[in-house]
Each structure stands twice: as structure tokens, then as C-alpha cells.
Nanobody
């Protein structure tokens, strides 16, 4: 079975940090582009970040640029999203997805994880 599992969500105060993990099983995550998405209540799902494993190119949504950092650990078949300076508007369910491998760091999802809740509140 092919599967991706997110973890690391939780409750954090504004200005705090969280690190989300996305672990793959049944396939090598490094062979695909990887995308992070989020969906807040009442809003459409939006792209947060996308990494091309072939080129190393990483893109971030303007709303998170400078605050979020995408990284990977190939030995564990896992990628991470480090989220710093969190704001209440970052509150959402965050999803990891394996995507079509491209040089351009586009993220067209192939396989979605189940999502992990991030809540930023005092």
C-alpha cells in the first residue's frame, strides 16, 4: 500500500513554532515532488509550499514566505515543514501530498495524507 502520514500538528500561541512531518511508506518520497497544503474553516484548500526533489527548487506561498521552511530527510523517507512566527490566520488542517515529479517545483497531487490540525491561538 502507498501511504503518506502527517504528524506534528497541535495548539501553539501566536509567534510560536511547530514542525510538521510527512512520512511515506510503500514508495520513495524523494522520487516525487512534495507539496504542503492547508485548508482553514470556510475556505478553499491552498498550496503552502512545494519542493521539486529533482532540482531542489522550493516555492512558498506569499503568506508564509520567510516564516515556513521545507526540508527533507531521505534516510527516513520523511519531509518536514518548519513553521515559525505562527499567526492565528495560519490555523488550518495541513496536508502533505506526493506530487508529479517536475523540475519546476509544481505540485499536482498524486497521493494525499490524512491531514493534521494546526491551531494558533492565545
Amino acid at each position: 500500500q502507498l501511504h503518506v502520514v502527517e504528524s506534528g500538528g497541535g495548539l501553539v500561541q501566536p509567534g510560536g513554532s511547530l514542525r510538521l512531518s510527512c512520512a511515506a511508506s510503500g514508495f520513495t518520497l524523494d522520487n516525487y515532488n512534495i507539496g504542503w497544503f492547508r485548508q482553514a474553516p470556510g475556505k478553499e484548500r491552498e498550496g503552502v509550499s512545494c519542493m521539486s526533489t529533482s532540482s531542489g527548487s522550493t516555492k512558498y506561498a506569499n503568506s508564509v514566505k520567510g516564516r515556513f521552511t521545507f526540508s527533507r530527510e531521505n534516510a527516513k523517507n520523511t519531509v518536514y515543514l518548519q513553521m515559525n512566527s505562527l499567526k492565528p490566520e495560519d490555523t488550518a488542517v495541513y496536508y502533505c501530498a506526493a506530487a508529479e515529479p517536475t523540475v519546476q517545483a509544481a505540485c499536482v497531487p498524486i497521493l494525499w495524507g490524512q491531514g493534521t490540525q494546526v491551531t494558533v491561538s492565545s
